[in-house]
């Protein structure tokens, strides 16, 4: 009897629990929604193996007043890139290509100065290679002016390197659309039905699928943004407006997919479980940095653009057009994942905060969210004073440049100016040695409409690397 009792208890107390953490997400995620005016959202949590946590709120469809449930699909934007690294990894473990190969032993009619990027520097976006988006619709991301993916090519093969093959990052999708490419050379099929075959119907997912605002998707949630400005008219409050968007057939492994919060939990629960991958040891390969030519490590792992490379709760994980992000967490066998129909809603921001709903101690683990959540409470004017206290006391506290430009440009990009400023200036008290942080401070500066400390900022920039030719041509103009 006595042990009966134990069970039931050990039973409402794990119960209690469950409902406290769900509780305690439920007002991160509505606290967020408010604040960033995101319509509709989906949530999954995996821990162990299994879905503990799949929920949806809001609206999916405005115009229609038509709310997200579980079963509504979500663009997630280059959250697509993570399946077209696991397709690569497979042809790995297939023995058919080598990470550290040439990509050009393995495609033909590639430019002579390509000849050097390997498959990883692919991978983690530091093969210098021109950038195919930048020849496509700036406003739809669509072929425009150019009649088909040949004259794309044509003009990509004609464009200079941006810098040499593994000097620095450089995000851009000429990378993947490569990547795309020896999945259809050396799969003899469509990356489209590879994804299928190899990993979507081993992970039992039925709601992903590839398409943009010109494929008829039923129960897809329509993506939106807010606007300042539209046609040259300004408003004084952001106005909410539909997005539409192409990802031409050739480029769709950079950002194809649209999907549900489930059917990626269940993906990430057929990775760790070896469906897609034969060996650990790939999976840990995937999950690692590379090297820069000068020793250093690159920000993003192999096709995986949010890695945190920390002793305790390392985590890996991806963020797609601003609107949907998720964290896989190896060594604590938690993943978070969120979805949303906002551009510019940005849930990277917060998913650790969610995640410490089940591990508390990841606060400790990430610098980002502390002084997000820190800062939140005391206002971002007080970041460097917040900072170098935690330096102090908290030898664990080690910030990543990396992380927080991007965090910083996040905030600049949803408006937020004055707070971004306190983040750019926080990043270059941090990294005083880097001609990168100055130069996206004089970025931030200028658009703040301070042009004389923008230029001290470019200056800083140029005397710590006299070959940043942005900020060479930038400090020209202002001159």
């Known amino acids: 009897m006595n042990y009966r009792i134990l069970i039931a208890l050990l039973m409402i107390g794990t119960s209690l629990f469950a409902q406290d953490r769900t509780a305690a997400m439920d007002v991160i995620i509505k606290r967020e929604m408010a604040e960033r005016k995101i319509p509709g ?81 692919l991978l983690t976006h530091c093969s210098g290679l021109p950038d195919l988006l930048k020849l496509l619709d700036p406003y739809t991301g669509g072929l425009g002016s150019l009649k088909n993916e040949e004259t794309v090519w044509e003009k990509l093969k004609a464009s200079p390197l941006e810098f040499q093959p593994g000097e620095r990052f450089s995000y851009n999708q000429t990378n993947t659309y490569l990547l795309g490419k020896l999945i259809d050379k050396f799969s003899a099929k469509p990356f489209a039905e590879v994804f299928l075959e190899q990993q979507f119907e081993p992970a039992f997912i039925h709601n992903t699928i590839f398409g943009d605002s010109r494929d008829v998707i039923s129960h897809f949630a329509p993506t939106y943004f807010h606007r300042k400005e539209l046609d040259g008219q300004q408003f004084e409050e952001l106005k909410m407006v539909n997005n539409y968007y192409e990802f031409p057939y050739f480029t769709r492994a950079a950002a194809g997919l649209n999907s549900t919060a489930e059917d990626m939990a269940k993906w990430i629960i057929a990775l760790q479980n070896g469906k897609l991958l034969k060996s ?48 896989i967490y190896p060594d604590d066998n938690l993943a978070v994942i969120v979805l949303t129909n906002l551009g510019g809603g940005s849930p990277e921001d917060y998913l650790e905060e969610l995640a410490t709903c089940y591990i508390p101690d990841i606060l400790n683990a990430d610098p980002l969210t502390f002084l997000r959540i820190k800062l939140q409470e005391s206002g971002f004017d007080q970041a460097i004073n917040i900072a170098k206290d935690q330096l102090k006391k908290n030898p664990d506290f080690k910030p990543n440049e990396f992380e927080i430009n991007e965090w910083a440009y ?45 230029i001290k900022m470019y200056k800083k920039s140029i005397e710590l690397n006299p070959n940043n030719e942005n900020g060479t041509k930038v400090l020209k103009s202002l001159r």
């Open 410 to 454: 996040r905030m600049m990009q949803r408006g937020e100016i004055k707070n971004a400023l306190q983040i750019f200036k926080l990043n270059v008290f941090l990294f005083p040695n880097s001609w990168n942080v100055y130069d996206s401070y004089g970025e931030a500066l200028l658009k703040d409409n301070n042009k004389a400390e923008a």
């Open 41 to 121: 959202l989906q949530i999954a949590v995996v821990q162990n193996g299994k879905i503990v946590l799949n929920k949806s709120f809001g609206v999916a469809n405005i115009q229609d007043h038509i709310p997200v449930d579980n079963q509504t699909i979500f663009a997630i934007n280059s959250c697509t890139k993570v399946f077209t690294s696991v397709a690569v990894m497979q042809l790995v473990e297939d023995g058919k290509i080598d990470l550290s190969t040439p990509v050009s032993k393995y495609l033909e009619n590639l430019p002579l100065e390509w000849g050097k990027v390997t498959v990883k520097q």
């Open 280 to 327: 650990k040891s790939t999976l840990e390969t995937m999950w690692s940095p590379i090297q820069f030519n000068n020793g250093e490590n690159t920000p993003w792992a192999l096709g995986w653009g949010l890695a945190k490379f920390r002793n305790h709760h390392r985590a890996v994980g991806m963020s797609g057009g601003g609107r949907a992000a998720f964290l």
